[in-house]
């Protein structure tokens, strides 16, 4: 309805309620969000007596300004103008209200009046004279059409079945898959046995200079170290077995003073945790320091898409056998190589004391803390399972399929079908990592 027709707005003490409306809006493509139901009372302009009372929706726009119909106004078709609903509906103006089937019949008086065809036709009703029917006009535009639907119990069903369903697997990007092309063209298998792989870089990284924050970030590391004794010597013994397991080197002095651009610096800091019945303490290298430049090497790097199942179908199936084992991979990350051209992205500061040099080494192995570390371990299982899948193939399945990260749930249906499986499982992996000693088997 024109704001011309209506001339006061009458407010109850309380006015409106919440109420769900989905309002499709006249292109189809959006949905307004919940709305209110208002009560009021409306006087019609050329009604002084009438007086009604409705209940709507309020939304911010019900529809398009009404068009401008000139030409039945310049030909004078009908008579009645000053009885009109809307004496003013040959003008361009917004839309108010929407008045629905619900209160329509009770608002005509039955009365008719026709001019020559084709034409509007006139129809009387409560608030005036109403014309309705083809009329023409100078002007062109657009066609719309409203359309209102309550579809909430529609959505309900829809939901339910949605989560009812098993989920489809999601296309690779353009970067998962590029990410897949960088691994699948730069793994190996090196002389000892261990797969050794590239860093999946997205571009070549313009990193500028990280030894200075690294450098600042190992003294105040060695500063905290050395107000706890406990800590300190954890600590140590941690760097030390990265380098007795052959995870770490020294870098030679004439490989040293490389371009701040062909290397970076990662800083590392250490985690607690008390609950582990292994270590408690982990060393975690931060490679999402910036340098000068305002880059970190994580931001050059690849995450790499999803290639395990959600741990949720994994505790489902586990939960299914009838004997059931799990276990662990040792040192997962770092039973990895990583290519010889990449390793100076992996350096770091370390030394005993404050009393010795600051030395420069680089991790040799996949680095915990970098953003393609879980990829490039999970990758690299699923290429271990495929590449032994024609001598154990049942094993080579549950390596696939029952992993989550380093950890192993499964399980069989009989004790002989059981102690195969863990060992076909142990002979896959034996050569490239070791089974934790934690291998628990449960049965009925």
């Given at each position: 309805m024109p704001p011309a027709t209506i001339s006061e707005w009458t407010w109850p003490e309380k006015p409106?309620?919440?109420?769900?409306?989905?309002?499709?809006?006249?292109?189809?493509?959006?949905?307004?969000?919940?709305?209110?139901?208002v009560s009021f009372a409306v006087k019609i302009v050329c009604r002084n007596n009438l007086t009604t009372f409705a209940a709507v929706w309020t939304v911010s726009s019900v529809t398009m300004a009404s068009a401008t119909i000139d030409a039945i106004a310049q030909k004078g078709t009908y008579s009645m103008n000053t009885l009109l609903a809307d004496p003013n509906f040959d003008k361009t103006s917004p839309?108010?209200?929407?008045i629905g089937a619900d209160l329509a019949p009770f608002l005509y008086t039955g009365k008719l009046r026709f001019q020559n065809h084709p034409g509007p036709t006139a129809c009387s009703s409560k608030l005036g004279w109403i014309l309705s029917g083809n009329v023409s006009s100078s002007e062109t535009g657009n066609n719309y059409i409203s359309?209102?639907?309550t579809s909430q119990g529609d959505d309900n069903l829809r939901q339910f079945f949605e989560l009812e369903s098993v989920p489809a697997a999601l296309p690779l990007t353009k970067e998962e898959k590029s990410c897949g092309d960088i691994y699948d063209k730069n793994f190996?298998?090196?002389?000892?046995?261990?797969?050794?792989v590239g860093l999946p870089f997205k571009s070549v990284p313009n990193l500028g200079?990280?030894?200075?924050?690294?450098?600042?970030?190992?003294l105040a590391l060695e500063r905290k170290l050395h107000k706890s004794s406990n800590l300190l010597q954890q600590y140590k013994d941690f760097m030390m077995e990265y380098l007795s397991?052959?995870?770490?080197?020294?870098?030679p002095k004439i490989e040293r003073d490389k371009p701040s651009d062909k290397c970076y610096y990662i800083p590392h800091h250490c985690v607690l945790r008390e609950q582990s019945s292994t270590t408690k303490l982990r060393v975690v290298f931060d490679a999402s320091c910036k340098t000068s430049n305002n880059y970190s090497l994580n931001e050059f790097l690849h995450t790499g898409p999803k290639l395990q199942h959600d741990i949720f179908n994994i505790l489902v199936k586990f939960r299914t056998n009838p004997i059931a084992f799990t276990g662990d991979i040792e040192k997962m990350y770092r039973q990895i190589k990583v290519n010889s051209s990449d390793l100076d992205f992996q350096r770091i500061f370390w030394r005993n004391s404050p009393l010795e040099s600051l030395l420069d080494y680089r991790l040799l192995t996949v680095t915990y803390g970098m953003s393609c570390a879980p990829y490039l371990a999970i990758r690299t299982l699923m290429q271990l399972a495929t590449d032994k899948e024609l001598l154990f193939p049942e094993a080579s399945k549950i390596?696939?399929?029952d992993f989550y990260v380093d950890d192993l749930l499964s399980g069989a249906t009989t004790i002989e079908e059981e102690n195969v499986l863990i060992d076909d499982i142990r002979k896959i992996i034996f050569f490239w990592w070791l089974l934790h000693k934690k291998m628990d088997v449960k049965c009925p």
């Amino acid at each position: 309805m024109p704001p011309a027709t209506i001339s006061e707005w009458t407010w109850p003490e309380k006015p409106w309620h919440r109420l769900h409306l989905d309002l499709a809006d006249r292109t189809a493509t959006s949905r307004a969000p919940n709305q209110e139901i208002v009560s009021f009372a409306v006087k019609i302009v050329c009604r002084n007596n009438l007086t009604t009372f409705a209940a709507v929706w309020t939304v911010s726009s019900v529809t398009m300004a009404s068009a401008t119909i000139d030409a039945i106004a310049q030909k004078g078709t009908y008579s009645m103008n000053t009885l009109l609903a809307d004496p003013n509906f040959d003008k361009t103006s917004p839309i108010d209200l929407v008045i629905g089937a619900d209160l329509a019949p009770f608002l005509y008086t039955g009365k008719l009046r026709f001019q020559n065809h084709p034409g509007p036709t006139a129809c009387s009703s409560k608030l005036g004279w109403i014309l309705s029917g083809n009329v023409s006009s100078s002007e062109t535009g657009n066609n719309y059409i409203s359309l209102c639907s309550t579809s909430q119990g529609d959505d309900n069903l829809r939901q339910f079945f949605e989560l009812e369903s098993v989920p489809a697997a999601l296309p690779l990007t353009k970067e998962e898959k590029s990410c897949g092309d960088i691994y699948d063209k730069n793994f190996c298998i090196s002389t000892d046995g261990r797969y050794s792989v590239g860093l999946p870089f997205k571009s070549v990284p313009n990193l500028g200079d990280s030894r200075q924050n690294a450098m600042k970030g190992f003294l105040a590391l060695e500063r905290k170290l050395h107000k706890s004794s406990n800590l300190l010597q954890q600590y140590k013994d941690f760097m030390m077995e990265y380098l007795s397991l052959n995870h770490m080197e020294l870098i030679p002095k004439i490989e040293r003073d490389k371009p701040s651009d062909k290397c970076y610096y990662i800083p590392h800091h250490c985690v607690l945790r008390e609950q582990s019945s292994t270590t408690k303490l982990r060393v975690v290298f931060d490679a999402s320091c910036k340098t000068s430049n305002n880059y970190s090497l994580n931001e050059f790097l690849h995450t790499g898409p999803k290639l395990q199942h959600d741990i949720f179908n994994i505790l489902v199936k586990f939960r299914t056998n009838p004997i059931a084992f799990t276990g662990d991979i040792e040192k997962m990350y770092r039973q990895i190589k990583v290519n010889s051209s990449d390793l100076d992205f992996q350096r770091i500061f370390w030394r005993n004391s404050p009393l010795e040099s600051l030395l420069d080494y680089r991790l040799l192995t996949v680095t915990y803390g970098m953003s393609c570390a879980p990829y490039l371990a999970i990758r690299t299982l699923m290429q271990l399972a495929t590449d032994k899948e024609l001598l154990f193939p049942e094993a080579s399945k549950i390596i696939k399929t029952d992993f989550y990260v380093d950890d192993l749930l499964s399980g069989a249906t009989t004790i002989e079908e059981e102690n195969v499986l863990i060992d076909d499982i142990r002979k896959i992996i034996f050569f490239w990592w070791l089974l934790h000693k934690k291998m628990d088997v449960k049965c009925p």
